[in-house]
Nanobody, 112 residues
């Protein structure tokens, strides 16, 4: 079973910075895109930033120039550096990943 565990959230004054981390664990073969979404009270969940396995990134207009997404593929980890934070950035931030999994395997034995 694959798990995504986020960390790094907290309270910060306007203009401050925070760095979020998200680690994927489990029987992972490959992770394609990873990203961050957020949901403010009373609002729908929205895309914040994504990063493909090839290094392409995409940002919501509201965070461009302030947030930076990065990955450590060897550690199955994605980060979100958030600078110049604004009150409107207040939300629950969620990690998201497109994961290719290993199955548990099934034994094949061919007898001679």
């Amino acid at each position: 079973q694959v798990q995504l565990v986020e960390s790094g959230g907290g309270w910060v004054q306007a203009g401050g910075s925070l760095r979020l981390s998200c680690v994927a664990s489990g029987s992972i073969f490959r992770i394609n895109a990873m990203g961050w979404y957020r949901q403010a009270p009373g609002k729908q969940r929205e895309l914040v930033a994504t990063s493909t396995s090839g290094g392409s990134t995409n940002y919501a207009d509201s965070v461009k120039g302030r947030f930076t997404i990065s990955r450590d593929n060897a550690k199955n980890t994605v980060y979100l550096q958030m600078n110049s934070l604004r009150p409107e950035d207040t939300a629950v931030y969620y990690c998201n990943a497109e994961v290719q999994l290993w199955g548990q395997g099934t034994q094949i034995t061919v007898s001679s």
